[in-house]
């Protein structure tokens, strides 16, 4: 058993090795990785050239849509990035010859923004191997393993998921209003958990829904509220077949950067790496940023597209509302592990279901190759997979599939990365009803970009891409109504 295992451990630590090669040190703090800093477009202005109409900060989908829709709108734009890459908590890398998505991943046809961008710029689309998986496999209330054809399996989660989703109707009539609620039963002060066992279903129907809430917020169903996981299927038409066409059925082919790259590439913005903002200050008619490397850039409005964790990081003067800083402080729930692991040999597609307490709580087929397969896992904490650890990842993967010979995984901790700070956004109890208007309220010249406070898609690239084009458009306006005065 020494030397098979030995092989895979080596094979998995040099994917390891050029994987971290390729990307840079994303991970470790800005100032001592991120050293490359040379515009991408065209030389920022100098002293005395005048200021910029907007600074945009951060290139996620939503830094990029609005500096893509504000420099196309006539506005002179500076586009500052921290680290040394486009994406933001988006991130496509090769792994076993395919363009995998590390961060940000699938979409649907019912996320308007991002449909209409794709069908804009005419980017393939194709489909997770999953999505006609020939085997199901999930565990009971004693970590039982149970496998099945499809039909059984959703035999007992479409159950399950309708008594989960039966308020979503009514306590959210209009999804892209999203203070336009019906919540006389407090939906939004208790946890995804409390509703979870107050639903009159078997032990394991139980048991895989706290794991399916826990995966929805990417971190315990404790922690997330009930009415925010509610949402999902209201965008999902209150349908639960066509909420997981959005949610895991279709990707870009090439990775999310075929989208990414096409929008930037439509932006007249400056474009600079390597410059984290950890300062700005503000007057009645201006906004200056400092950067970690001790620029400056002043402009008469700030679209700051950063992740709603990062907030609290930056030295606003005057400072940003308490309301702001403190949610930021106590950060969003999305904060667990994916993962993507080639197994050696031919396998039947799987879509895997566990609990939340597991170190993957999810597990499925994404790329059916000839002589391999490539699954993806997603796991609630960090604290119960070590996604370094090849014998952790493999143990994981064997639980769903016993047997499997894993020969790389790769993986990439949001938690750690200082910009992203978590992976994607779902609120915390009271946050939606108390906190979301004032999370979306501009400071002054300062307006927030990010999927985080999106009224729609939250979490998805659908609703950065909506943040952005809003922040955009607010500022276009006000200028031009500014110069029509004058």
């Known amino acids: 058993?020494?030397?098979?295992?030995?092989?895979?451990?080596?094979?998995?630590?040099?994917?390891?090795?050029?994987?971290?090669k390729n990307i840079g040190a994303a991970s470790a703090v800005a100032g001592a990785g991120l050293t490359v800093g040379s515009s991408f477009a065209s030389e920022p202005l100098k002293a005395g050239e005048g200021d910029y109409d907007v600074i945009v900060v951060g290139s996620g989908f939503a830094g990029i849509t609005a500096a893509r829709d504000a420099s196309q709108a006539g506005l002179r734009v500076l586009h500052l990035e921290g680290s040394n890459r486009l994406g933001g908590r988006t991130f496509t890398s090769k792994f076993a010859h395919h363009d995998v998505d590390l961060g940000g991943t699938w979409f649907g046809w019912g996320q308007p923004n991002v449909w209409a961008e794709k069908?804009?710029?005419?980017?393939?689309?194709?489909?997770?191997?999953?999505?006609?998986?020939?085997?199901?496999?999930?565990?009971?209330?004693k970590d039982k393993r149970h496998?099945?054809?499809?039909?059984?399996?959703?035999?007992?989660?479409?159950?399950?998921?309708?008594?989960?989703?039966?308020?979503?109707?009514?306590?959210?009539?209009?999804?892209?209003?999203?203070?336009?609620?019906?919540?006389?039963?407090?939906?939004?002060?208790?946890?995804?958990?409390?509703?979870?066992?107050?639903?009159?279903?078997?032990?394991?129907?139980?048991?895989?829904?706290?794991?399916?809430?826990a995966i929805n917020g990417h971190n315990y169903s404790s922690t997330t509220s009930y009415l925010d996981q509610l949402r999902w299927i209201a965008f999902g038409g209150y349908d639960q077949f066509f909420m997981w066409d959005n949610l895991g059925r279709f990707r870009f082919e090439g990775g999310t950067k075929s989208l990414l790259e096409?929008?930037?590439?439509?932006?007249k913005a400056d474009f600079m790496f390597g410059q984290p903002v950890v300062k700005v200050k503000q007057s009645a008619d201006k906004v200056s940023v400092t950067t970690m490397r001790k620029q400056t850039f002043t402009a008469k409005k700030l679209i700051l597209a950063i992740p709603l964790n990062g907030w609290d990081r930056i030295d606003f003067s005057p400072s940003i509302s308490q309301a702001k800083k403190q949610v930021s402080r106590d950060r969003h729930t999305g904060s667990g592990v994916k993962v993507y692991a080639r197994i050696k040999g031919k396998h039947p597609r799987i879509f895997g279901h566990g609990g939340q307490n597991m170190p993957l709580t999810f597990l499925w087929t994404e790329y059916d190759d000839e002589d391999s397969q490539i699954v993806v896992g997603f796991g609630v904490s960090p604290d119960n997979l070590d996604t370094a650890n090849e014998t952790a990842v493999t143990?994981?993967?064997?639980?769903?599939?016993?047997?499997?010979e894993v020969i790389e995984s790769?993986?990439?901790?949001?938690?750690?990365?200082?910009?992203?700070?978590?992976?994607?956004?779902?609120?915390?109890?009271?946050?939606?009803?108390?906190?979301?208007?004032?999370?979306?309220?501009?400071?002054?010249?300062?307006?927030?970009?990010?999927?985080?406070?999106?009224?729609?898609?939250?979490?998805?690239?659908?609703?950065?891409?909506?943040?952005?084009?809003?922040?955009?458009?607010?500022?276009?306006?006000?200028?031009?109504?500014?110069?029509?005065?004058?």
């Open 1 to 20: 058993m020494a030397g098979p295992n030995k092989k895979i451990n080596n094979a998995v630590m040099a994917s390891r090795r050029s994987f971290i």
């Open 119 to 141: 069908l804009k710029y005419d980017v393939p689309i194709v489909e997770s191997a999953a999505y006609s998986a020939s085997k199901c496999i999930w565990f009971d209330e």
């Open 147 to 213: 496998s099945g054809d499809p039909g059984e399996y959703w035999g007992i989660m479409t159950e399950a998921n309708n008594k989960f989703y039966a308020p979503a109707r009514e306590a959210i009539p209009r999804p892209y209003d999203p203070l336009f609620v019906n919540d006389a039963q407090g939906l939004d002060k208790i946890t995804a958990e409390d509703a979870i066992n107050q639903l009159e279903i078997t032990p394991v129907q139980r048991h895989l829904l706290h794991g399916f809430a």
């Open 262 to 267: 096409k929008i930037h590439g439509d932006s």
């Open 395 to 404: 143990a994981a993967v064997q639980s769903f599939i016993p047997g499997a």
């Open 410 to 486: 790769v993986s990439y901790n949001w938690n750690v990365d200082p910009f992203a700070l978590g992976t994607w956004c779902m609120y915390r109890p009271g946050v939606l009803t108390q906190h979301l208007r004032e999370l979306q309220r501009p400071e002054g010249n300062i307006y927030m970009a990010t999927s985080d406070i999106a009224n729609g898609w939250r979490g998805f690239i659908d609703g950065a891409i909506e943040s952005g084009a809003s922040a955009a458009h607010q500022i276009i306006n006000q200028l031009k109504q500014k110069n029509e005065k004058v």
